[in-house]
């Protein structure tokens, strides 16, 4: 399809397993986000990437996340030795950059992790 | 304090009705600014742009007042598929479109 696609939609993670989160944004677009979506909060933005330079990461909560895009298409978010507080739902989004058409930011479905 | 505060709601009307959310966000450097729709387990979705000007698409109205840094929505002749959470959101100023969502406003409508 056209749209955002994330991988797995749903994931339960022993507490201390490693998690790999994939997200493959829409064709062409330079701008990558990836959000974690608490029950019953909105979104919170974790880290930016521009092709396949992470520009802004300040939202990540401790360095045991990290996300990547080698190529500056698919990106991966890994969360390692999970902890019952990353159970949340993440999002990915992509866009165009401002200036070059519709910036509107798409979203995926999202991944929907647990951890027990 | 968040960066941006909603009212969590419920919002429970009848069809039909006229409801109006509100939203105040913390940064007078925010540039751009959004109201986004969620459905229950689904993602978020642009419903529309704010501007300053005040903006309408069909039923829905947008306001922003950039001096009391508040943002509303006016959601007219509510219909049973208006049933979602609404989230303002804020973009701050820069290269890129970082988005800063509100907890979100859950509106029910009901028959």
């Known amino acids: 399809g056209a749209g955002v696609s994330q991988s797995p939609r749903y994931k339960v993670a022993k507490r201390g397993q490693d998690v790999a989160l994939r997200c493959d944004p829409i064709?062409?677009?330079?701008?990558l986000f990836w959000y974690q979506q608490a029950l019953g909060q909105g979104p919170e933005f974790l880290t930016y990437?521009?092709?396949?330079?992470?520009?802004?990461k300040s939202g990540l909560p401790s360095d045991r996340f990290f996300a990547e895009r080698p190529e500056g298409s698919v990106s991966t978010l890994k969360i390692q030795r999970t902890q019952q507080e990353d159970s949340a739902v993440y999002l990915c989004?992509?866009?165009?950059?401002?200036?070059?058409?519709?910036?509107?930011?798409?979203f995926g479905q999202g991944t929907r992790l647990t951890v027990v | 304090r968040k960066e941006v505060e909603q009212d969590p709601g419920p919002f429970n009307v009848p069809e039909g009705a006229t409801v109006a959310f509100n939203c105040t966000y913390s940064?007078?450097?925010?540039?751009?600014f959004f109201w986004y729709r969620q459905d229950c387990r689904k993602e978020p979705k642009l419903l529309m742009s704010?501007?300053?000007s005040g903006n309408e698409d069909g039923r829905f109205t947008a306001q922003l007042n950039r001096a009391s840094q508040y943002i509303s929505l006016l959601i007219r002749d509510s219909k049973l598929s208006d049933s979602a959470t609404y989230l303002c959101?804020?973009?701050?100023?820069?290269?890129?479109?970082?988005?800063?969502f509100g907890a979100g406003t859950r509106l029910a409508v009901h028959p």
């Open positions: 064709s062409g677009h330079v701008s």
């Open positions: 989004a992509s866009s165009s950059l401002p200036g070059q058409g519709n910036t509107e930011a798409f």
């Open positions: 959101v804020v973009s701050p100023s820069g290269g890129y479109n970082k988005l800063i």
């Open positions: 990437f521009q092709n396949e330079a992470q520009l802004d």
């Open positions: 704010v501007y300053s």
């Open positions: 940064n007078s450097a925010s540039q751009s």
